[in-house]
């Protein structure tokens, strides 16, 4: 799908990150590679340190306290909410909602429009689109777009497979209309033939067959004999990423009839620092514009990764600058989604370390 949004702006991000961090030097004591294997590791894939949740956090606690803050902080009105778009893996519940959670918990108003969408790596330009949406209707203010997830809680540190790249954080970005009135260009591309790559194979309700059981258990997916956890084929994954997600950023970058060299940041979905620049050489983009250091401090967040990687580069410069930027996700599903647009002079660009 290729469409295009007028008169939309970010005008802030807030991103609430877990007190407790694990570093990779410690790390190495839990597993069984070598201190060899493990420094190459290290330096190939950008591990250093991450954050994850207490095992007795969830999404809404979160979200509430972030909110909270920023309406105490004059960050945001709170009658000036009209939307919550919550993008994430790890809901409180299948049912309800958890958006109507945070409603709630925030005392918005119950005229507050919620909706909870079930979304992985591209889930934060997917996140943009349903808040760009929104925003097309009439009386709507702002779009609270909440990403992340509360997935890595209780981590087995022996996983060389999924755990050094795992960290929790939890964004909220702020979404409204603007008087300028420029071109937001979005792409998006979905290969569910290769949905099996990235999967939750135990936790939804369909029953794996024996042979799916084996499949997702065998080495190629990590070696895990335990359905209820990440599968990675990480293989095909890579395939993905380094195969076609470099066509679909050309795409891209022709819909919007963007010379690549015009746009002054790429923020790409961060699986980990390794592939974000090998994408960036794919694609004959600088590495200078394509930061990929968000595992290195904080983990794969999954949703969040885009606007940690915004907070955590330019959350100064982009409080008075304007920058042309793409953001792009990519991975479960297998799925890509960029979005080509300013961004800049927000209201605040702010990281918070919580006690969760």
């Known amino acids: 799908?290729?469409?295009?949004?007028?008169?939309?702006?970010?005008?802030?991000?807030?991103?609430?990150?877990?007190?407790?961090?694990?570093?990779?030097?410690?790390?190495?004591q839990y597993n069984n590679l070598s201190e060899k294997q493990n420094r190459k590791l290290q330096k190939t894939m950008g591990y250093d340190k991450h954050r994850i949740f207490k095992k007795d956090t969830y999404l809404s606690k979160v979200a509430i306290f972030g909110i909270k803050h920023m309406i105490e902080n004059s960050m945001i009105n709170k009658e000036d909410i009209s939307a919550i778009v919550l993008s994430t893996t790890s809901p409180d519940y299948l049912m309800p909602a958890t958006s109507n959670l945070i409603m709630e918990g925030v005392g918005l108003n119950n005229d507050v429009f919620c909706i909870d969408t079930n979304q992985q790596c591209a889930g934060f330009t997917n996140g943009l689109l349903q808040a760009f949406m929104l925003l097309n209707n009439e009386n709507m203010k702002k779009v609270l777009l909440i990403t992340g997830d509360v997935m890595a809680r209780n981590p087995d540190r022996s996983n060389t497979s999924s755990y050094p790249l795992s960290g929790d954080a939890i964004c909220i970005t702020v979404v409204e209309n603007c008087n300028k009135n420029l071109p937001i260009y979005l792409?998006?591309?979905?290969?569910?033939?290769?949905?099996?790559?990235?999967?939750?194979?135990?936790?939804?309700?369909?029953?794996?067959?024996?042979?799916?059981?084996?499949?997702?258990?065998s080495e190629k997916y990590g070696g895990y004999n335990y359905l209820p956890c990440l599968h990675m084929d990480g293989q095909a994954v890579f395939q993905y990423v380094m195969q076609d997600v470099p066509n679909?950023?050309?795409?891209?970058?022709?819909?919007?009839?963007?010379?690549?060299?015009?746009?002054?940041?790429?923020?790409?979905?961060?699986?980990?620092?390794?592939?974000?620049?090998?994408?960036?050489?794919?694609?004959g983009v600088s590495n200078d514009k394509v930061p990929s250091n968000v595992v290195t401090f904080y983990g794969n967040s999954n949703s969040s990764t885009i606007p940690v990687c915004i907070s955590?580069?330019?959350?100064?410069?982009?409080?008075?600058?304007?920058?042309?930027?793409?953001?792009?996700?990519?991975?479960?599903?297998?799925s890509y989604s960029g979005i080509i647009m300013e961004l800049g002079k927000f209201n605040f660009c702010e990281m918070l370390i919580t006690n969760y």
């Open 312 to 334: 955590h580069n330019i959350k100064n410069d982009i409080l008075k600058n304007n920058y042309k930027c793409m953001l792009a996700g990519f991975g479960a599903g297998l």
């Open 248 to 283: 679909y950023i050309n795409e891209t970058l022709e819909f919007a009839q963007s010379d690549r060299d015009n746009i002054d940041y790429y923020f790409f979905h961060q699986p980990n620092k390794f592939m974000v620049d090998k994408l960036a050489q794919k694609i």
């Open 1 to 28: 799908m290729k469409t295009k949004f007028y008169g939309k702006k970010i005008t802030g991000i807030l991103t609430l990150l877990p007190e407790t961090e694990y570093n990779f030097e410690d790390d190495m």
């Open 187 to 217: 792409h998006t591309v979905i290969d569910a033939k290769n949905y099996d790559a990235l999967v939750f194979p135990g936790m939804g309700w369909r029953e794996s067959t024996q042979e799916e059981i084996e499949k997702f258990a």
